[in-house]
């Protein structure tokens, strides 16, 4: 089974408006992290937001937002008040113990003007 | 700054050459990795190291090698033996289960 699973290879959203890229989990480990990373077409990765498996409140981190569900295993990412530069790649993660780190196929962000 | 310096940005290599890519990191973190990324494609791990001179593979190992000699460096040798190194390599490293900090990468071109 996939360890994480990403559905949608391409989004397409409004500036200004809110979009949801979806992730899934799978573990048996109850202490995991999970991540969100962004890849501009330059092609570095850039950190986004960290959510721990224990963490009780959903994470924040600017206009990013982190939908963690624990029981569904899901942890959407939701970016708000979108802007150009916000199109790129967009990876989610997971990392079980401490250094086995699993990336998803990725969800391709185009913000629209 | 701490951070990870990848080198060359851009590597072109004839084909039956070995070439290597640098990766070099001050951050004093113990687990370094190497990703492969096609075009259009999620990362596959090539090797991880963990701990000075011990490293693992990854999923896609065969035809690279890499050496651990000291904590910051953590060099790539893609060899003659892989058939198809045309891909951007994306060098990480990683604190205690915290995320990857990813250096800028390098695309490898085969001419």
């Known amino acids: 089974a996939q360890k994480i699973t990403q559905t949608q290879p391409g989004m397409f959203v409004q500036e200004k408006e809110a979009v949801t890229l979806d992730c899934t989990y799978d573990?048996?480990?109850?202490?995991?992290?999970l991540f969100w990373y962004k890849q501009p077409s330059s092609g570095e990765m850039i950190f986004l937001i960290y959510?721990?498996?224990?963490?009780?409140q959903n994470a924040t981190e600017g206009r990013y937002s982190l939908n963690f569900q624990k029981a569904r295993k899901s942890a959407n990412l939701v970016i708000s008040a979108s802007q150009l530069g916000d199109s790129a790649m967009y990876f989610c993660?997971?990392?079980?113990?401490?250094?086995?780190?699993?990336f998803g196929t990725g969800t391709s962000l185009t913000v629209i003007p | 700054d701490g951070g990870i310096t990848q080198s060359p940005k851009y590597l072109f290599r004839k084909e039956g050459q070995n070439v290597t890519l640098s990766c070099e990191q001050n951050l004093n973190h113990d687990a370094m990795y190497w990703y492969r990324q096609d075009p259009g494609q999620g990362l596959r791990l090539i090797y991880y190291?963990?701990?000075?001179?011990?490293?693992q593979k990854g999923d896609i190992a065969e035809g690279y090698s890499v050496s651990r000699e000291k904590k910051e460096s953590f060099p790539l040798t893609v060899t003659s033996a892989q058939k198809n190194p045309t891909a951007f390599y994306l060098c990480?490293?990683?604190?205690?289960?915290?995320?990857?900090?990813f250096g800028s990468g390098t695309r490898l071109t085969v001419v």
């Open positions: 990480a490293s990683s604190y205690l289960g915290m995320g990857y900090t």
């Open positions: 959510q721990g498996s224990y963490d009780q």
């Open positions: 190291s963990q701990i000075v001179n011990d490293f």
């Open positions: 993660a997971m990392r079980e113990g401490l250094n086995q780190f699993y």
């Open positions: 573990t048996s480990d109850p202490s995991y992290g």
